[in-house]
């Protein structure tokens, strides 16, 4: 039987989570290995949130009976999970072979230098996110940028600022900051 301090924190947890993702926990429950569907969880978590914040991966450790240890371990594995909410554009840059070979990093260079941040970090206003790719399929096009769903091509460092323009980014008034 369940404690009460269990109920309690079963309780907490759903009201963290949304209800989609406790009713799709309660269904893996219901199969032979819930484990086996940690990372399909913390997918639809990271689906919901932007991103997987502790108390996130500690409503799902709670609901799914998984040690937190496991749950953090599992999501620090995979490159895909985030661990900071992501910008309201989010930036990749693929640097797959064919897009690093024609200049990937140096255009990744200068988009850092303009938003003053680094890969896997959030403009403090959280309009831009910059994250990297590994070939997006697109190597014709190389180097390849995506902004949301958008794919840019052939771009060149300074074309950046331009591209950015577009989502509202002002490259004089970030110089002046
Ligand atoms: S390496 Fe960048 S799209 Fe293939």
């Known amino acids: 039987m369940k404690s009460e301090l269990m109920l309690k924190e079963e ?3 759903k009201v963290i989570l949304p209800e989609p993702v406790v009713s799709y926990i309660e269904s893996c429950r219901q199969k032979s ?11 639809k978590v990271q689906e919901h949130f932007g991103y997987l914040a502790k108390e996130h991966m500690d409503a799902v450790s709670i609901l799914m009976q998984i040690p937190t240890a496991k ?6 594995f995979y490159h895909y999970f985030n661990f900071t ?5 989010r ?5 797959g072979t064919a897009c690093f070979v024609k200049g990937a990093g140096k255009v990744l260079d200068r988009l ?3 938003l003053a941040i680094d890969v896997g970090q959030t403009t403090v206003d959280r309009q ?3 994250d990297v790719a590994r070939c997006v399929g ?4 190389a180097p390849v940028m995506l902004v949301d769903d958008k794919v840019y091509a052939e771009v060149k460092p300074d074309q950046v600022a331009k591209i950015l323009g577009e989502y509202g980014f002002d490259a004089k008034k970030a110089a002046g900051k």
């Open 91 to 95: 930036i990749s840059i693929c640097l």
């Open 11 to 13: 309780a907490k947890a």
């Open 138 to 141: 697109a190597c014709a096009l």
């Open 112 to 114: 850092k230098e303009l």
């Open 71 to 76: 749950v953090t371990g599992v999501a620090s």
């Open 128 to 130: 831009f996110s910059i």
């Open 33 to 43: 290995r819930p484990e086996s569907h940690l990372i399909s969880v913390l997918h």
């Open 85 to 89: 909410p992501r910008g309201k554009h």
